[in-house]
């Protein structure tokens, strides 16, 4: 049975009204599974250029048993968004989705995103599919050598699911020899687009200001690792995401310019080139991804859409009264991912 459509289902609760509230609100109070948060266990990988990765697993005592018609244990591997871990908000409350259906739950920390500076000259970005295929490769040989021929599902959540649609785009039909099914949750898929909303008006004031702070000191550490590796000065005076880009995110991987990098790493215009099933989510009213930059279809058998009308970015609260939870997002694409995980082939 495929899952039902989010789109239709989710209904914001009424004391939270609007895009912006509904982002807020659960990433500062919203409840995530029973509460209790997740217990992980780190590993620290070494990368082919020097550097390192963390990939922070849930403990297997707090994952229930899968059922018996169970393929195996399947993995559920998130990939989380700029600037987040394992401790994001959405990032807690899908590790109790996975933990409930008997799933293996794993984040793995873009770079420098661990909590301890990454080793080497980059950074990470939102179109960093080669990045993505080495961990998911990583990650399902070491979940396969504990639980046999069990499938391995991928989520990603903003930047990190617009990377993630850009592998799967990248990888064609061979994405299906790594993972079973893919979603990306409130992904700018228009790199551009959500740029410019993110640059503008209230948002501008609080969402870019929020990211700045945390993005600008990581990038000057990284400066004193490696000077001269882009200019201080015109860093410090940035003030939206394009100049940051422009200065930092763009050059250190090999882009022109912002430009440049929003063009080649947009997933949006290639949608109709995946391979394998995939889900793409979005609120309608999310206030860093405009409804205008979504598109109505996508061509093929392989892309699902959701466009619930609410739920703002990454939000999704629930619940009749405050402070809510933001458990319905994560289990309604997680039954979404169950159902491909149910037919894979072993």
Same mark, same amino acid.
């Given at each position: 049975m495929?899952?039902?459509?989010?789109?239709?289902?989710?209904?914001?609760?009424w004391?939270?009204?609007?895009?912006?509230?509904?982002?807020?609100?659960?990433?500062?109070?919203g409840?995530?599974?029973?509460?209790?948060?997740?217990?992980?266990?780190?590993?620290?990988?070494?990368?082919a250029?020097g550097?390192?990765?963390?990939?922070?697993?849930?403990?297997?005592?707090?994952?229930?048993?899968?059922?018996?018609?169970a393929?195996?244990? %399947?993995? *559920?591997?998130?990939?989380?968004? +700029?600037?987040g871990?394992?401790?994001?908000?959405y =990032? /807690?409350a899908?590790? &109790? #989705?996975?933990?409930q259906?008997?799933w293996?739950?794993?984040?793995p920390?873009?770079?420098g995103?661990?909590?301890?500076l990454?080793?080497?000259?980059?950074?990470?970005h939102?179109?960093?599919?080669?990045?993505i295929?080495?961990?998911?490769?990583?990650?399902g040989?070491l979940?396969?050598?504990?639980?046999?021929?069990? %499938?391995? *599902?991928?989520?990603?959540?903003? +930047?990190g699911?617009n990377?993630?649609?850009?592998? =799967? /785009?990248?990888?064609g &039909? #061979?994405?299906?020899?790594?993972?079973?099914?893919?979603?990306?949750v409130?992904?700018?898929?228009?790199?551009a687009?959500?740029?410019?909303?993110?640059?503008s008006?209230?948002?501008?004031?609080?969402?870019?200001r929020?990211?700045?702070?945390?993005?600008?000191?990581?990038?000057?550490?990284?400066?004193?690792?490696?000077?001269?590796?882009?200019?201080?000065?015109?860093?410090?005076?940035a003030?939206d995401l394009?100049?940051?880009?422009?200065?930092f995110? &763009?050059?250190?991987?090999?882009?022109?310019?912002?430009?440049?990098y929003?063009?080649?790493?947009s997933?949006g215009?290639?949608?109709?080139?995946?391979?394998?099933?995939a889900l793409v989510?979005n609120?309608?009213?999310?206030?860093?991804?405009?409804?205008?930059?979504l598109?109505a279809?996508v061509?093929?058998?392989?892309?699902?859409?959701?466009?619930?009308?609410?739920?703002?970015h990454?939000?999704?609260?629930?619940?009749?009264?405050?402070p809510?939870?933001?458990?319905?997002?994560?289990?309604?694409?997680?039954?979404?991912?169950?159902g491909?995980?149910?037919?894979?082939?072993?």
């Amino acid at each position: 049975m495929p899952a039902p459509d989010f789109s239709a289902a989710y209904r914001a609760p009424w004391w939270l009204p609007g895009g912006n509230l509904q982002t807020v609100w659960p990433a500062l109070f919203g409840r995530r599974g029973d509460g209790r948060p997740p217990r992980y266990r780190r590993m620290r990988w070494d990368t082919a250029d020097g550097d390192f990765v963390d990939v922070d697993w849930l403990q297997e005592d707090d994952i229930a048993s899968p059922p018996a018609s169970a393929p195996g244990r %399947p993995l *559920l591997v998130l990939f989380h968004g +700029l600037e987040g871990s394992s401790r994001s908000q959405y =990032a /807690e409350a899908f590790a &109790a #989705a996975a933990a409930q259906r008997g799933w293996a739950f794993a984040v793995p920390h873009f770079r420098g995103c661990g909590g301890t500076l990454n080793r080497a000259p980059r950074a990470y970005h939102s179109g960093d599919f080669e990045e993505i295929g080495w961990l998911l490769q990583r990650l399902g040989d070491l979940h396969r050598q504990a639980h046999g021929d069990a %499938p391995v *599902l991928a989520v990603g959540v903003s +930047l990190g699911g617009n990377a993630l649609l850009r592998w =799967a /785009e990248e990888a064609g &039909a #061979a994405a299906r020899r790594q993972a079973v099914a893919v979603a990306a949750v409130c992904s700018p898929i228009d790199l551009a687009a959500g740029a410019r909303a993110i640059g503008s008006g209230f948002n501008r004031h609080v969402y870019t200001r929020m990211f700045l702070a945390s993005m600008k000191p990581k990038a000057l550490a990284k400066l004193a690792q490696f000077p001269g590796l882009f200019d201080a000065e015109a860093l410090g005076a940035a003030r939206d995401l394009h100049a940051f880009d422009d200065i930092f995110t &763009a050059p250190l991987h090999g882009f022109r310019d912002a430009e440049d990098y929003w063009a080649r790493c947009s997933a949006g215009p290639r949608l109709g080139e995946i391979r394998l099933p995939a889900l793409v989510l979005n609120a309608l009213n999310d206030p860093f991804v405009p409804a205008a930059s979504l598109p109505a279809a996508v061509r093929g058998e392989w892309v699902r859409l959701w466009r619930p009308a609410q739920g703002g970015h990454v939000g999704f609260p629930a619940g009749a009264l405050p402070p809510g939870h933001v458990n319905a997002m994560p289990a309604a694409v997680c039954d979404w991912l169950a159902g491909h995980a149910a037919g894979a082939p072993r």
